[in-house]
């Protein structure tokens, strides 16, 4: 048999989709780590920090009951659903239907990409901050929207500006993004900047999603608002959530949308074509998450905070003055001395062994920024600072 070569080729909405910047930057921390360099790696949004002992158990317990080895439904279980709504009740005072205004997903991400599908056609514009969380802007791209930035700014407390989008723009736009507290920034919101997007929304007649997926990760007794806590959000928005960063569970693959029954419906639609929900075993794990108590989270967000203050209070010592932030476990830090964000990191990475991330890998607005994640042990982090330090 003859063999005949077929040169696959890439589909254009893959081409479309914004180049990934790292690359160099990469190859130079693996080529630093395989020569035998100690490098500290604050580059990835990922917990140190294990899942809570209950959680692990409920997923043990439940992998041995054969009826959870079966093919799940896309919508989830009852059971989860109402869970869910029990804990947005509980901590925002938010009422939601778990019939129809919620929908697990196979983490927020997988959610977050599908959405665009689900309620903007090909040639509809999608509203996306810049900088933000990378699926915001590549969901829209690949479901062939126009993607409209919106610049966040230090001056903005990183609140995109809503009385500069035009008209014309957000006429055409069908949806729109909104993260707080924020990922890359560390900003948060107020009540005040969603009643406001919120009434955006009724006038253009605009989806806002809303990613609250660090909303449980705050400091000094801050304690973030729900989206969906804005009288008249459920009408114009959906909220995403997500057990990762709150329940220290990134690899468990849970998160959930929930709010306007008419757009949860319609990725529940689109949904049922392309997966068959989550293994029952990890729904139970994630209700088990939800219904435990208050104190292990406290706990976690004590350890961030003296994370966060090791770092800022270390490198304002040598200099370096960055803001503290109230939530998330980032620091959304001013590049010194005027050169670039890539070339700042590829310094630091270089001289100091300490991997950070270039803001310009969010969005062009990030530029003048690097990302530093508080995801390892404060001794590390101390050891990352006297490194930097010497660096500046
Ligand atoms: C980490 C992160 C998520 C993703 O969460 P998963 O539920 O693990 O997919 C969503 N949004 C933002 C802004 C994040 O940083």
Redesign the pocket.
């Known amino acids: 048999m003859v063999e005949v070569g077929l040169t696959v080729q890439k589909a254009k909405r893959l081409q479309a989709l914004p180049p990934y910047l790292f690359v160099e930057l990469d190859r130079a921390r693996r080529k630093l780590q395989a020569a035998g360099h100690d490098v500290i790696d604050l580059g990835v ?1 990922d917990p140190d920090l294990p899942t809570p002992r209950p959680v692990i158990e409920r997923l043990a317990q439940a992998a041995q009951d054969p009826a959870n080895h079966r093919y799940s439904f896309t919508e989830g279980l009852g059971v989860l659903r109402q869970a869910i709504a029990a804990w947005y009740l509980k901590r925002f005072r938010v009422s939601l239907d778990p019939a129809t205004e919620i929908l697990p997903l196979l ?4 959610g ?1 990409a599908h959405l665009p599908w689900a309620v903007v056609n090909p040639g509809e514009a999608v509203l996306v901050p810049d900088p933000c ?1 990378p699926p915001y802007r590549s969901g829209a791209i690949l479901a062939e929207a126009e993607v409209i930035s919106m610049p966040l700014r230090a001056e903005m407390d990183f609140l995109p500006d809503l009385g500069d989008i035009n008209q014309r723009a957000a006429h055409r736009s069908k949806l729109m993004f909104l ?1 707080y507290p924020n ?1 890359p920034t560390a900003a948060v919101a107020s009540d005040a900047f969603f009643q406001e997007a919120v009434e955006l929304a009724r006038s253009y007649e605009i989806l806002i999603a809303h ?1 609250a ?1 660090y909303s449980e990760l705050a400091f000094d007794g801050y304690r973030p608002a729900s989206f969906l806590q804005v009288p008249g959000a459920k009408e114009v928005g959906i909220e ?1 959530h ?1 057990i ?2 709150t329940f220290q569970m ?1 690899g468990w ?1 849970v ?1 959930w949308a929930c709010g306007n029954a008419t757009a949860i419906a319609a990725l529940n639609q689109l949904k049922t074509n392309l997966d068959s929900g989550i293994f029952q075993p990890v729904q139970y794990a994630a209700i088990a998450a939800l219904e435990m108590d208050e104190q292990p989270l406290r706990e976690v967000c004590a350890v961030y905070q003296q994370r966060r203050d090791a770092v800022v209070d270390g490198l304002a010592q040598a200099g370096w003055a960055i803001p503290k932030p109230s939530a998330t476990f980032y620091l959304w830090a001013p590049v010194p001395g005027g050169v670039s964000s890539m070339d700042f990191a590829r310094r630091v990475l270089e001289q100091a062994h300490v991997v950070i991330t270039p803001g310009s890998g969010f969005g062009p607005s990030g530029e003048g920024f690097v990302r530093f994640s508080l995801t390892v042990p404060v001794e590390r982090l101390r050891e990352a600072v006297a490194r930097i330090a010497k660096v500046l």
């Open positions: 949004g983490g927020s991400k997988e977050i969380y993260n990922n990613d997926a995403f997500s990762s960063k990134t693959r998160g």
